[in-house]
DNA sequence: TTGTATATTTGCAACGATTACATTTTTTAT
DNA sequence: ATAAAAAATGTAATCGTTGCAAATATACAA
């Protein structure tokens, strides 16, 4: 069958196997920016067969055939998103939920950087969304003291 | 003695310790945005004894007591700036280099984000930057085929 | 001074995300 | 059908970071 991820694919030059397509049909999909578990935990269900090291080569594959924008939101995972427009990220520390934002960099950048080419933007703020159990009054803790998403002190 | 470092650690209620002036001296006065391992290179030729341990320990106490901010510039390591001032970075892939960018967020689209708090801003370019050894025409390659500062494909 | 509690540093083991690599499976071409 | 090429898989290795226990330094009371 020839889904619509088949085709975007074909017309970016990258043989579209059953993974590749699983895997940007994800992305597409979700909208979420996944990281590397995510995807492999949602995908392995259909998929048993599924192995790890196929989603890091096929996200690679993707990022080099600028198909797929690398995240680095995470000081320790990277995550995964299929809108390569350039965008801003939300992250919320409690609920860890990805928002989108649109970005106006014309005056956000007040340097002029004369005679640099810059090939990446990356806006990533990070703080606690208005969903109710994410604000501060009744955020949630785990046993040591940190919100749902921070790591341990 | 009592060095400008020290008196700094003090009045952010931080124990400085020969360790932590050490560090806090070499991160205002070099500037540059270094990664452990920097750290530890050019202070273990005075500090034979230091731990790459203590670094750690006292980057994440730095940043709890708002003295250092950590920058999520690289995807497998983590950069320490001791200006924690809101400003946005520029990394050149060829030599590596992260420069200042002064930042104007005033006129930022607030509305974007009804009812969010923003704890954290994150600005981070990536491109080339002016130096001549850093121009397309001119720029190195190693044997992989990358450039100085890139991962191998 | 001496002893004792506390704070800090150190060294090494463990952890986890990512990558390297050899093997197996699938696809393509002859 | 056969061989070659491409892709996927499983496992070991890598490396930045953290956990943890022992060693060292500091503060402070007796
Ligand atoms: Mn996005
Ligand atoms: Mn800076
Ligand atoms: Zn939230
Ligand atoms: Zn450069």
Redesign the pocket.
């Known amino acids: 069958m020839t889904t619509k991820a088949d085709t975007y694919l074909l017309e970016n030059n990258v043989?579209p196997?059953?993974?590749?397509v699983k895997i940007m049909e994800y992305l597409l999909r979700k909208k979420n920016h996944p990281?590397?578990?995510m995807i492999f935990n949602n995908l392995k269900k259909e998929?048993p067969?599924?192995?790890?090291?196929?989603i890091?080569?096929?996200l690679?594959l993707f990022i080099k055939r600028n198909l797929v924008s690398p995240l680095t939101i995470e000081?320790?995972?990277?995550r995964y998103d299929a809108d390569t427009k350039i965008h801003g990220h939300f992250k919320c520390i409690n609920c860890g939920i990805i928002t989108d934002i649109n970005l106006d960099l014309k005056n956000m950048n007040r340097d002029e950087l004369p005679g640099y080419t810059i090939f990446e933007h990356h806006v990533n703020f990070k703080g606690r969304c208005n969903k109710k159990s994410c604000n501060k009054k009744s955020f949630n803790k785990n046993k040591n003291g940190n919100t749902n998403w921070e790591?341990?002190a």
Chains 1, 2 share one sequence.
């Open positions: 043989n196997s059953y993974q590749r990281n590397i578990d998929m067969k599924l192995s790890k090291t196929t890091y080569n096929t690679k000081d320790n995972m990277l790591k341990s």
